[in-house]
């Protein structure tokens, strides 16, 4: 057989059975290859599928995936399951995972989404299950995301952001949030029911290197209304300005100093890695 295939049997396709990651390189590097190693191993713990390729084979392949491509600037996504040939919800024996690395010319937000920023819709049809051990992982059962993009998608706007079920900010779709107030840095914390962002943390780290103050808390609909300024994070796009909420300006409708510097501060983090 000459080209990638995956059984119909497999429990990804037939249960959303298994962990993905997705990353982004820069000249042809990886950026926080490690640590998005160490979290799909971290999710591999949590829905109990023993990984069949060790982290640093999984590294080696991912590079080469990108040599193969010819590919510098790219869109990377590793994919596991538990197996196949497993039918019900039972998993009778030893399955040997499946893995996926599938690799794209990255398609970048448009250089107006940094200079205007972006309109978020506060989704209502959805809830972020905080006290479920998946909001923390990025499993391939991604409904609730989907049903959250569409309905942000039929308004005409950039992103979704869901609540969790006690009615506070959780995380983007696709994307970790930041509100700015007071010159300070706020954001939901990880018992909010959010995904451990990648971005997340390079920005958090940033912002203390900066003296700006960091504080992760459960944060509620009334102070994202009221912030200052707001942000997104995400490995694709980086830091992405939120200047409307609601169609509701966030202050003056435009991207804020402070969301401007980090997103700067972290384009200098990827130089210092990718050119170390």
């Known amino acids: 057989m000459d080209k990638a295939a995956v059984s119909v049997s497999d429990r990804g396709y037939l249960y959303g ?3 993905f990651e997705t990353m982004r390189s820069y ?3 990886v950026f926080k290859l490690d640590e998005h190693v ?3 191993y971290g999710a591999l713990k949590v829905v109990g599928i023993v990984p069949f390729y060790t982290k640093s084979y999984l ?6 995936s990108l040599k193969i491509n010819g590919l510098k600037s790219a869109y ?4 596991m399951t538990r197996g196949g040939d497993c039918f019900g919800l039972d998993v009778k024996g030893a399955l040997k995972p499946n893995t996926v690395i599938a690799t794209k010319i990255l398609d970048e937000y448009p250089e107006r989404a940094y200079s205007r920023g972006i309109n978020v819709k506060l989704i209502k049809l959805t809830r972020q299950d905080e006290y479920s051990p998946l909001s923390g992982i990025k499993s391939l059962n991604f409904l609730n995301h989907i049903i959250a993009r569409l309905d942000a998608k039929r308004g005409n706007y ?3 952001i869901l609540m969790n079920t006690d009615g506070y900010i959780a995380e983007g779709t696709t994307s970790n949030i930041f509100l700015v107030k007071n010159g300070r840095l706020m954001t939901p914390s990880l018992d909010s029911g959010i995904l451990p962002g990648i971005t997340r ?3 958090i780290d940033i912002a203390k290197r900066l003296k700006i103050g960091v504080r992760e808390k459960r944060v509620t609909r009334a102070e994202l209304r009221s912030a200052d300024e707001a942000f997104l994070t995400n490995s694709i796009g980086e830091v992405l300005p939120v200047t409307r909420v609601d169609s509701k300006n966030v202050s003056d409708g435009m991207p804020g100093d402070i969301t401007k510097l980090l997103h ?3 384009q200098k983090e990827v130089i210092r890695e990718v050119m170390r």
């Open 158 to 160: 950039g992103e979704g």
């Open 38 to 40: 160490d979290r799909l």
């Open 59 to 64: 590294k080696y392949a991912i590079n080469k």
């Open 17 to 19: 059975d298994g962990v």
């Open 76 to 79: 990377m996504r590793l994919s």
């Open 264 to 266: 700067i501060s972290y």
């Open 27 to 29: 000249a042809g590097i």
């Open 201 to 203: 943390s390079v920005i």
